[in-house]
């Protein structure tokens, strides 16, 4: 009786911490001001979001860019994780770039605004 009791507890904390499902919070920004031609660093900053189920993937004119770093995911109280991937780039005029980001069965493309 108590194992059952047990499994029913761990069974309601599992779907209680579950059913808090937060869709990602993303910002798309560089290191310094964009300026074409200059080398810079694309961030990619995703936060509030849970479960922790996530893929980020940052691309220039629709190919992933090679040797992206990641940060080691993290939560705050709540249970709201967060993560952050950045990677060196030069842009050039026409150019684009975005951060996909893969939420559980959602997936969704932010695009960096050189503010130029």
Same mark, same amino acid.
């Given at each position: ?31 310094? &001001? ?8 694309? =961030? @990619?900053? +995703? ?40 990677? &060196? ?8 770039? =975005? @951060?996909? +980001? ?15």
């Amino acid at each position: 009786m108590k194992v059952v009791c047990a499994f029913v507890s761990l069974a309601i904390l599992y779907c209680t911490v579950e059913s808090k499902t937060s869709s990602p919070k993303v910002q798309v920004y560089s290191r310094d &001001p964009g300026q074409f031609g200059l080398e810079n660093n694309l =961030i @990619c900053k +995703v936060s509030n979001f849970h479960p922790p189920d996530i893929t980020i993937t940052i691309l220039k004119d629709g190919v992933v860019i090679p040797n992206s770093m990641q940060t080691d995911l993290a939560f705050k109280k709540g249970w709201q994780f967060h993560l952050t991937k950045h990677v &060196p780039f030069t842009p050039l005029s026409g150019e684009k770039y =975005i @951060c996909r +980001v893969v939420h559980g069965q959602t997936s969704n493309d932010y695009a960096w605004e050189p503010e130029m």
